[in-house]
T-cell receptor
Framework: NAGVTQTPKFQVLKTGQSMTLQCAQDMNHEYMSWYRQDPGMGLRLIHYSVGAGITDQGEVPNGYNVSRSTTEDFPLRLLSAAPSQTSVYFC???????????FGEGSWLTVV | GQQVMQIPQYQHVQEGEDFTTYCNSSTTLSNIQWYKQRPGGHPVFLIQLVKSGEVKKQKRLTFQFGEAKKNSSLHITATQTTDVGTYFCACPPGNQFYFGTGTSLTVIP
C-alpha cells in the first residue's frame, strides 16, 4: 500500500508566489490533516478535514487554504508565499477504530 | 487549542543510559498516542494509551498514562543508537490531533 503520498518533496519559492502541496491517501480514511514542523516548535496543525466537503482550521491556518473534494485528496495551497512559511510540511490521515495517524514523507519548502 | 507540554525539549544520553520524556496536558484526555520521528523522516506511530493508569511495554520502551489522564511518560531502558530521534505525544480532543513539542533524543556511542 502507498499509504499517504505527498508531493513535491522539495520546493523553492519566491516571496509572493503561490503553490499547491498535493496529498493523497489510499486507506479510505475519513480524517486528513496538514502539519508544519519548525525547529523547536514541534508539529503544528494547519488545517484538517473530517470528510469530503468538510474542512476546518487548526492552530496556524493563516496563509493557507485547503479543500477536500474527495476522500482521497487533501491539497494545501499557499496563497502568497512568505519567508515565514519556510518549513517542512506533513500531510497525515487517520481513521478506523485505532485512529492511528499515518504521515506522508514530508515536503521541504523554502521561500526566498 | 489543546495545551500539551512535553519535557525535556532535548536530551543527550550515553548509550546504555535510560531516558524518559513526559507529556502534560492542561485538560483530561480521552487517550494519548506516542510517535517517533527519525532524523529526516516522518513521525511513526508507536502506541496508544486509553485507560487511567495504563502501562504498556514494547521491548525496552515503557509507556504510562497518568491516573488523572492528564499526563503520560515514555521511558527507554538502556538506550541504543537506534533510539535516536524525536518522540512526540499526540492528544486528540475530537477529530484533530495536537502534538506536543517533542523531545529530541541524542544517544552518544
Amino acid at each position: 500500500n502507498a499509504g499517504v503520498t505527498q508531493t513535491p518533496k522539495f520546493q523553492v519559492l519566491k516571496t509572493g508566489q503561490s503553490m499547491t502541496l498535493q496529498c493523497a491517501q489510499d486507506m479510505n480514511h475519513e480524517y486528513m490533516s496538514w502539519y508544519r514542523q519548525d525547529p523547536g516548535m514541534g508539529l503544528r496543525l494547519i488545517h484538517y478535514s473530517v470528510g469530503a466537503g468538510i474542512t476546518d482550521q487548526g492552530e496556524v491556518p493563516n496563509g493557507y487554504n485547503v479543500s477536500r473534494s474527495t476522500t482521497e485528496d487533501f491539497p494545501l495551497r499557499l496563497l502568497s508565499a512568505a519567508p515565514s512559511q519556510t518549513s517542512v510540511y506533513f500531510c497525515a490521515s487517520s481513521g478506523g477504530t485505532a485512529n492511528t495517524i499515518y504521515f506522508g514523507e514530508g515536503s521541504w519548502l523554502t521561500v526566498v | 487549542g489543546q495545551q500539551v507540554m512535553q519535557i525535556p525539549q532535548y536530551q543527550h544520553v550515553q548509550e546504555g543510559e535510560d531516558f524518559t520524556t513526559y507529556c502534560n496536558s492542561s485538560t483530561t484526555l480521552s487517550n494519548i498516542q506516542w510517535y517517533k520521528q527519525r532524523p529526516g523522516g516522518h513521525p511513526v506511530f508507536l502506541i496508544q494509551l486509553v485507560k487511567s493508569g495504563e502501562v504498556k511495554k514494547q521491548k525496552r520502551l515503557t509507556f504510562q498514562f497518568g491516573e488523572a489522564k492528564k499526563n503520560s511518560s515514555l521511558h527507554i531502558t538502556a538506550t541504543q543508537t537506534t533510539d535516536v530521534g524525536t518522540y512526540f505525544c499526540a492528544c486528540p480532543p475530537g477529530n484533530q490531533f495536537y502534538f506536543g513539542t517533542g523531545t529530541s533524543l541524542t544517544v552518544i556511542p
